[in-house]
């Protein structure tokens, strides 16, 4: 069955840098489209980036953009959330999700998030 | 960037009887070329990974119950839940997919 599930998250500095991964299964990565969002503690969902499934195409919420890089390493059917220059505000927790084949249907799956928490 | 904003930010409804989510876009999500609202509907319930309910902003993913249902064009839409049942207890976001994407701050669905 179809499995997101998130890694890498953790207690860092602001301004430091963290990886998040995040280990598809069930499915064949490089067939769809993927994104990250993120919801800080308490708070509403935050859309953050995402990729095209051929990796033509990557945007970014203008909250992170310039900062954070989605990547995918389709060989291990693996996608990355390269962060940068972490700031208070970016803790939270970081969703991967999956956009479905069907035109139009966005995310039929979510990972379970995994935690970042930006502290000195 | 569209800016989503839901009303209410929370809700309490009694069992058995209709919730109203509206969502309102800062400019229109219809595209011309298909006449499609690029709008969808996602539940989060507590501890949660959200899940989806409607896109297209009326189409029912499967396996939803048919209470939920989606509605608008343009700029305006909602959700209805016609006979709200316990397990409905969430949090309901909108979410634009028209240009980038943007969700709405979020409706908090209680039992009165």
């Known amino acids: 069955q179809v499995q997101l599930v998130e890694s890498g998250g953790g207690v860092v500095q602001p301004g430091r840098s963290l990886r998040l991964s995040c280990a598809a299964s069930?499915?064949?990565?490089?067939?769809?489209?993927m994104h990250w969002i993120r919801q800080a503690p308490g708070k509403g969902l935050e859309w953050v980036a995402v990729?095209?499934?051929?990796?033509?195409?990557?945007y970014y919420g203008d909250s992170v953009k310039g900062r954070f890089t989605i990547s995918r390493d389709n060989s291990k059917n693996t996608l990355h959330l390269q962060m940068t220059g972490l700031r208070g505000e970016d803790t939270a927790l970081y969703y991967c999700?999956?956009?479905?084949?069907?035109?139009?249907?966005?995310?039929?799956?979510w990972g379970r998030g995994t935690l970042v928490t930006v502290s000195s | 960037d569209i800016v989503m904003t839901q009303s209410p930010d929370s809700l309490a409804v009694s069992l058995g009887e209709r919730a109203t989510i509206n969502c309102k876009s800062s400019?229109?999500?219809?595209?011309?070329?298909?006449?499609?609202?690029?709008l969808a509907w996602f539940q989060q319930k507590p501890g949660q990974s959200p899940k989806l309910l409607i896109y297209?902003?009326?189409t029912r993913e499967s396996g939803v119950p048919d209470r939920f249902s989606g509605s608008g064009s343009g700029t305006d839409f909602t959700l209805t839940i016609s006979s709200l049942q316990a397990e409905d207890v969430a949090i309901y976001y909108c979410?634009?997919?028209?240009?980038?994407?943007?969700f709405g701050q979020g409706t908090k669905v209680e039992i009165k």
């Open positions: 999700a999956r956009v479905s084949v069907e035109v139009g249907r966005p995310y039929d799956y």
């Open positions: 069930g499915f064949t990565l490089s067939s769809h489209g």
């Open positions: 990729i095209w499934d051929d990796e033509s195409k990557k």
């Open positions: 400019r229109s999500v219809l595209y011309s070329s298909n006449n499609k609202n690029y």
């Open positions: 297209w902003a009326s």
């Open positions: 979410q634009q997919y028209f240009s980038t994407w943007t």
